[in-house]
């Protein structure tokens, strides 16, 4: 079996192929538990590199597909899924390094492991090429074992990470079907998500946080799952044991989401959107700062889309009067008051809901959620 060795693009590497034979990896080792066959991207511009590694992945699993230049390759990762990529770090239309920050700040690809190759000798292209955002770095000429063994772990993570990404989507499917259920409320997560990101980021909150508040957009009332529909949906006010059942939905969805590590940032939103800045909120009557600042953030975010939004029980109010009615709440010691008077500067420069288009809404939104990936 010939080792791999790419023919390099510039400079030249000058070193000679090494000859002795190999052992060929067994088919048990190839067969990696996947529920699909993973899809490799080789990006390579000179065909007898490409031949030569589709030719080492040919007795593999796997699914091989190819891109001569980086704008073939983000067509075909805008096309479909890839578990897989394998750049070459010299390439003529963009480096590799390039193409490599691209990826990794791209939200819908930056999961995607990029084993990066070179001839070019040298820990300086291997630090620029992990400094890249390159997952694994491999130096040419290489035994064909060798770029097998990288690729079948760096699957076996992606894989791990799909789990971890499946899971959190499930959840997120079923917090949003919780939300839909009630017809009145519309795209209430999506608005809370965008305002206590807003006010967040007005406070300097740092990107993790921010990101949580987003996610919290979407998770915070994922415990109403456990609530009956007869309590959800009632037509008139709860009564004293109706209450207890409904306060029980924000440890409930902490309960939910505790297993996830990754949601870890989010469950102080999950469990204490509802408390009050003088205790008397539940579930656990936290007062003033014992209340973890970005469930406050998030609760007066969560009260004024309330206020704003259309509801069988009421109708939308305008900014300035759910503005006054959160600074009401403040007064009466409910919420943090250095945090309402900042977020009525907030709404002031974000624009009046009615007159966000729901273009520009979700413009704003998608733009914000890249920039937390990112
Ligand atoms: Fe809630």
Same mark, same amino acid.
């Given at each position: 079996?010939?080792?791999?060795?790419?023919?390099?693009?510039?400079?030249?590497?000058?070193?000679?192929?090494?000859?002795?034979?190999?052992?060929?990896?067994?088919?048990?080792?190839?067969?990696?538990?996947?529920?699909?066959?993973?899809?490799?991207?080789?990006?390579?511009?000179?065909?007898?590199?490409?031949?030569?590694?589709?030719?080492?992945?040919?007795?593999?699993?796997?699914?091989?597909?190819?891109?001569?230049?980086?704008?073939?390759?983000?067509?075909?990762?805008?096309?479909?899924?890839?578990?897989?990529?394998?750049?070459?770090?010299?390439?003529?239309?963009?480096?590799?390094?390039?193409?490599?920050?691209?990826?990794?700040?791209?939200? &819908?690809?930056?999961?995607? =492991?990029? /084993?990066?190759? $070179?001839? #070019?000798?040298?820990?300086?292209?291997?630090? *620029?090429? !992990?400094?890249?955002?390159?997952?694994?770095?491999? &130096?040419?000429?290489?035994? =064909?074992? /060798?770029?097998? $063994?990288? #690729?079948?772990?760096?699957?076996?993570?992606? *894989?791990? !990470?799909?789990?971890?990404?499946?899971?959190?989507?499930?959840?997120?499917?079923?917090?949003?079907?919780?939300?839909?259920?009630?017809?009145?409320?519309?795209?209430?997560?999506?608005?809370?998500?965008?305002y206590s990101?807003a006010l967040g980021?007005a406070i300097g909150l740092?990107?993790?946080t921010?990101?949580?508040l987003?996610?919290g957009?979407?998770?915070?009332?994922?415990?109403?799952?456990?609530?009956?529909?007869?309590?959800?949906?009632?037509?008139?006010?709860?009564?004293?044991?109706?209450?207890?059942?409904?306060?029980?939905?924000?440890?409930?969805?902490?309960?939910?989401?505790?297993?996830?590590?990754?949601?870890?940032?989010?469950?102080p939103i999950?469990?204490s959107h509802h408390e009050r800045w003088d205790g008397s909120g539940?579930?656990d009557g936290q007062k003033g700062e014992e209340i973890p600042l970005i469930a406050r953030v998030f609760q007066v975010a969560d009260i004024y889309?309330?206020?704003?939004?259309?509801?069988?029980?009421?109708?939308?109010?305008?900014?300035?009067?759910a503005i006054?009615i959160l600074e009401d709440e403040a007064r009466r010691n409910w919420r943090d008051p250095e945090l309402v008077s900042l977020f009525g500067q907030c709404v002031?420069?974000?624009?009046?809901?009615?007159?966000?288009?729901?273009?520009?809404?979700?413009?704003?939104?998608?733009?914000?959620?890249?920039?937390?990936?990112?």
């Amino acid at each position: 079996m010939a080792t791999l060795r790419i023919v390099p693009n510039s400079p030249p590497s000058g070193v000679t192929a090494r000859t002795e034979p190999l052992r060929p990896t067994t088919p048990a080792e190839e067969a990696d538990s996947f529920d699909h066959p993973p899809t490799i991207l080789i990006i390579e511009d000179i065909d007898t590199n490409r031949r030569l590694l589709r030719g080492m992945l040919k007795a593999t699993p796997y699914r091989v597909v190819e891109a001569r230049r980086a704008s073939e390759a983000f067509s075909i990762l805008a096309g479909g899924s890839v578990d897989l990529i394998i750049v070459n770090l010299l390439m003529p239309e963009m480096s590799g390094l390039e193409f490599c920050r691209r990826i990794k700040a791209n939200r &819908t690809t930056q999961l995607t =492991p990029i /084993l990066m190759l $070179t001839s #070019v000798q040298g820990v300086e292209s291997e630090i *620029a090429g !992990i400094a890249s955002g390159a997952d694994e770095f491999l &130096t040419l000429p290489a035994h =064909p074992d /060798l770029l097998r $063994t990288r #690729v079948r772990a760096m699957l076996r993570n992606k *894989a791990a !990470i799909d789990t971890l990404e499946e899971a959190e989507t499930i959840l997120f499917a079923l917090a949003q079907a919780v939300e839909k259920r009630d017809q009145h409320t519309g795209a209430h997560c999506e608005r809370v998500a965008y305002y206590s990101v807003a006010l967040g980021s007005a406070i300097g909150l740092p990107p993790r946080t921010l990101q949580a508040l987003h996610r919290g957009g979407y998770l915070h009332d994922i415990g109403k799952i456990c609530v009956p529909d007869a309590i959800l949906f009632k037509n008139g006010p709860l009564d004293e044991q109706e209450w207890v059942i409904m306060k029980t939905h924000t440890v409930r969805g902490e309960e939910i989401c505790r297993p996830m590590k990754t949601l870890a940032p989010v469950l102080p939103i999950i469990r204490s959107h509802h408390e009050r800045w003088d205790g008397s909120g539940y579930p656990d009557g936290q007062k003033g700062e014992e209340i973890p600042l970005i469930a406050r953030v998030f609760q007066v975010a969560d009260i004024y889309d309330a206020l704003t939004s259309e509801r069988p029980y009421k109708p939308a109010l305008s900014r300035d009067s759910a503005i006054e009615i959160l600074e009401d709440e403040a007064r009466r010691n409910w919420r943090d008051p250095e945090l309402v008077s900042l977020f009525g500067q907030c709404v002031i420069e974000l624009g009046e809901k009615d007159t966000v288009t729901e273009s520009s809404f979700q413009g704003s939104l998608l733009n914000m959620q890249q920039h937390l990936a990112g």
